[in-house]
C-alpha cells in the first residue's frame, strides 16, 4: 500500500482523532486546568501506543510530563527524535472567537480549535505518519518521541528532564514541526529562529487606590507613568531604547538579506489579511527582516485600576505589564534580561517603586542548510508539493532547539506546515486540513531521505 493510499484510506480517522485530541483544554499556564493537561498526557500515550511505539512511557517532572516512545528497528539505523508539544495557549479572549476554542469546527476545509495548528495538529502529524510507516511496513529508521506539556509556559523542566535523560535520547537528528511555512503552494523550510527575554513590571505608587479628585495632581499615578515608562523604551526610529540592547545583535550582509528578499511577499496583502493602513516598524528594514532577523521589544499584556462597567474615579494603587524581547543570534537571553531590568529601574521616577521579574526565555537559533536531514527534508518537500522549498528565518521562538544543541550535540530539522494566517495565539486559531494531511504525507519521505542518505 502506498503512503497516499492509506492516507486516503484513513483520512477520516485521522482528522477525528486530531479532534478529540483539540476537545482537551491543555491550557499549561492556568492551574485550573491542571487535570486537563495530565489527561492529554494520557491520550499521547495512549495514541503511541496505538501507533506501534515501544517502551512509551509519561514521565513526570516537577511540572507537567513529558510521553516518551521508541521504535528501534536496528542499532546501525540512524535515529530521529521527534520533538512536540500536547501544551496549549489560554484562548483568551473569548469573545473573539466565532466558536468555542475547545469545541473544534471544521469550516472551509479548516480545523478551528485552540491548540489546532500550535502544536496539537503538527505534533500529532508525526503520531499518524508513524502509524503510517509501521502499518506499511516502511519505517526506515529508528524513532524516538518525547512529547512536553510545558512549551506554552518556557518549557522549564525540559531541560532537567533532557540532561538525566541523555543516553535514552542520543539520535542524529532533532525533527519538530511546530513552526511554519510561506504558502500551500510555496513550501518552505524555517532555518532559524528568534530568542525570547519574557518580563512582568510593576508600578507602586500610594499604599492604596486613592480618589481621584482628592488626590489627583497631587500624588504618582502609576498607570500614567507606566505608560510613559513603557513609550520610552523605543525610540523615533522604533529601535528598542535600551543601552547595550543592541551591541550583541547579528548583522547579515547585504547578500544575504538580499536572498531573503527573493521569498515572495505581498506587503498589500499583508497589510490587507490585517487589516492595516499602514505597516509599523524599525527604520531601514523591510517587513520580513523585522519579523525575523531584528530583535524587538512588545508589550503583551497592561493593567491597572477599574476595569468593570460604568465609571470609578480613582487613582490605582499599582499598575503591572507583561513585555516580551524575541532576540537573534549572539543576544542571550540572560544578558537582555540584566539589560533590561537595570534600565526599566533606573528610568522610574522617585515617586513610585518598581518590581521587575524575569519569567522564561530562550536562545535563538539557526539551522545549517547543508546537512544530510536538512536535504532529506528538502527532497521530501519537492517529492510532495512539486517544488523546492525556501529556506527561511521564522521570528518565533522555540527555546529548546538552542537547547537539544547544547546538551545532546543535535541539529535540529524545523519541518513545519502551518501558515502565518492560522492566528496561533489569538482567537479563532485553525489548522487546514490540506495541512495536516499534507504533513503526514512528508513526513515519511523524510525517513525515507534520511536513511538513505546517511548511508
Not at 518552505?188 to 512582568?200: D, H
Not at 547579528?250 to 521569498?263: F, Q, V
Amino acid at each position: 500500500m502506498t503512503i497516499q493510499n492509506y492516507i486516503t484510506e484513513n483520512k477520516d480517522r485521522f482528522i477525528n482523532e486530531l479532534l478529540d485530541l483539540l476537545r482537551i483544554p491543555s491550557i499549561s499556564a492556568d492551574p485550573n486546568y491542571k487535570e486537563s493537561v495530565f489527561k492529554t498526557a494520557d491520550e499521547v500515550k495512549k495514541r503511541l501506543v496505538e501507533a506501534g511505539a515501544d517502551n512509551v512511557e509519561i514521565c513526570q517532572t516537577k511540572g507537567y510530563p513529558v510521553v516518551y516512545g521508541e521504535k528501534i528497528i536496528s542499532p546501525s539505523s540512524p535515529t530521529v527524535l521527534v520533538y512536540g508539544h500536547y501544551d496549549v495557549q489560554p484562548p483568551d479572549p473569548l469573545d473573539l472567537w466565532t466558536s468555542p476554542p475547545f469545541d473544534p469546527v471544521i469550516k472551509d476545509e479548516k480545523i478551528y480549535a485552540r491548540g489546532a495548528c500550535d502544536d496539537k495538529g503538527q505534533m500529532y502529524m508525526h503520531v499518524k505518519a508513524f502509524e503510517l510507516m509501521m502499518k506499511t511496513n516502511t519505517l526506515p529508521c529508528n524513532i524516538k518521541f518525547m512529547i512536553e506539556g510545558e512549551e506554552e509556559v518556557g518549557s522549564d523542566n525540559l531541560g532537567t528532564f533532557v540532561k538525566a535523560n541523555k543516553d535514552r535520547l542520543k539520535a542524529d537528528v532533532v525533527l519538530i514541526s511546530d513552526t511554519g511555512m510561506i504558502a500551500n503552494d510555496i513550501p518552505s523550510i524555517t532555518v532559524g529562529l528568534r530568542g525570547l527575554s519574557y518580563m512582568e513590571v510593576e508600578v507602586t505608587g500610594p499604599n492604596r487606590d486613592l480618589h481621584s479628585g482628592i488626590y489627583g495632581g497631587a500624588v504618582a499615578n502609576p498607570i500614567n507613568i507606566l505608560c510613559e515608562m513603557i513609550a520610552s523604551l523605543h525610540d523615533k526610529d522604533n529601535k528598542v531604547n535600551i543601552p547595550g540592547f543592541y551591541d550583541n545583535v547579528e548583522i547579515l550582509s547585504t547578500e544575504e538579506r538580499a536572498e531573503m528578499a527573493k521569498a515572495p511577499f505581498s506587503l498589500d496583502e499583508y497589510k490587507k489579511h490585517l487589516d492595516l493602513s499602514d505597516i509599523h516598524g524599525e527604520t531601514d528594514y523591510s517587513t520580513n527582516e523585522r519579523v525575523s532577523i531584528r530583535p524587538t521589544l512588545d508589550v503583551n499584556g497592561i493593567w491597572g485600576g477599574y476595569q468593570g462597567e460604568g465609571a470609578k474615579t480613582v487613582i490605582a494603587s499599582k499598575a503591572s505589564a507583561k513585555i516580551s524581547m524575541r532576540l537573534v543570534p549572539n543576544q542571550t537571553p540572560d544578558e537582555i534580561t540584566a539589560l533590561f531590568t537595570k534600565h526599566f529601574i533606573s528610568i522610574a521616577p522617585k515617586s513610585v517603586k518598581v518590581k521587575v521579574t524575569a519569567h522564561h526565555g530562550g536562545e535563538a537559533a539557526v539551522t545549517p542548510t547543508d546537512s544530510i536531514a536538512y536535504k532529506a527534508a528538502d527532497k521530501a518537500m519537492q517529492t510532495t508539493f512539486g517544488k523546492k522549498p525556501i529556506p527561511q528565518r521564522s521570528g518565533g521562538s522555540i527555546p529548546i532547539v538552542a537547547l537539544f544543541e547544547k546538551e545532546l550535540g543535535l541539529k535540529t530539522v524545523l519541518f513545519g506546515f502551518g501558515l502565518d494566517s492560522d492566528a496561533i495565539h489569538s482567537p479563532n486559531e485553525h489548522y487546514g486540513i490540506f495541512n495536516y494531511l499534507k504533513g503526514i504525507e512528508t513526513i515519511p519521505y523524510f525517513f525515507k531521505n534520511f536513511a538513505e542518505m546517511s548511508k
